[in-house]
């Protein structure tokens, strides 16, 4: 518990200041370039989505669906959604280095916030798992940052890329993803489903399902031989015009 508090706390305070670089000099053609922070390696930023129609609440829903389908929402440390931030932790590996078949592999806690239509980003407690390593023990990626050597810069270049390419994809589900609203979030926070949720909320509370049965007036989501979702046809019928309309398809039944 004090672990993720103390997490929360360092990632508020970069939404405030981000960190500047100091006399070590990063590349800068990226997005989200590693910086020193107290001596300790640090990446802060920010993604704006005030160009698109997306509200908070519509870019809070694809961040944790990205991290749900990205890095899994068992390495999801906190998650508020009436403050919209999500805390986490996750290993990325390398691309470039690879010794033995193994490669370089990248740590992070990560803390992002959605707010006016922005997210803030905060990744500390970087470290690598060198792929030359005889064991899986990390190292804070500062360790590499004097840059003294070509292999430290090759750590610092290879640790960017890696994970500008991560923030960036997020980044680009938020911009083209729209996702349906989502009110249940007790429900989905706690991994639960109910009658009437929708397809969208039962997929951030539980995960994808490992098969789907489709029917002509419901759709069957099987998750192992412990539970089936079960969804109605999606379609309402308008008192008014007497027209049928659609809509996502929601929970009618649940079989445990």
Do not use: H
């Amino acid at each position: 518990m004090k672990k993720i508090i103390v997490l929360l706390v360092l990632a508020l305070s970069g939404f405030v200041a981000y960190a500047q670089d100091d006399e070590q000099l990063f590349e800068k053609e990226y997005k989200f370039p590693l910086t020193m922070e107290n001596g300790k390696g640090s990446v802060t930023g920010a993604m704006d989505f005030t160009a698109t129609d997306l509200d908070d609440d519509a870019i809070f829903t694809n961040l944790y669906m990205w991290i749900c389908k990205n890095i899994g929402r068992d390495n999801v440390l906190k998650i508020s959604p009436s403050t919209k931030i999500i805390s986490c932790k996750y290993s990325v590996d390398g691309k470039n280095t690879a010794v033995m078949g193994k490669k370089n592999m990248y740590n992070f806690s990560a803390a992002f916030r959605v707010a006016d239509k922005r997210m803030y980003v905060k990744q500390t407690e970087l470290e690598v798992v060198p792929a030359i390593a005889l064991s899986k023990k990390s190292v804070g990626i500062e360790k590499y940052a004097t840059l003294k050597k070509p292999a430290d810069k090759n750590i610092i270049d290879e640790f960017n890329d890696v994970n500008n390419e991560v923030l960036e994809s997020l980044m680009d589900f938020v911009n083209t993803n729209v996702p349906e609203y989502v009110t249940n979030w007790d429900y989905i926070v706690s991994r639960r489903v109910m009658e009437g949720m929708t397809m969208t909320e039962t997929e951030l509370a539980l995960g994808a399902p490992q098969s789907v049965v489709e029917g002509n007036t419901e759709t069957q989501w099987i998750y192992g031989l412990s539970l089936i979702v079960y969804f109605d046809d999606g379609k309402d019928v308008d008192p008014k015009t007497k027209k049928t309309v659609t809509r996502e398809k929601k929970v009618t039944r649940i079989l445990r």
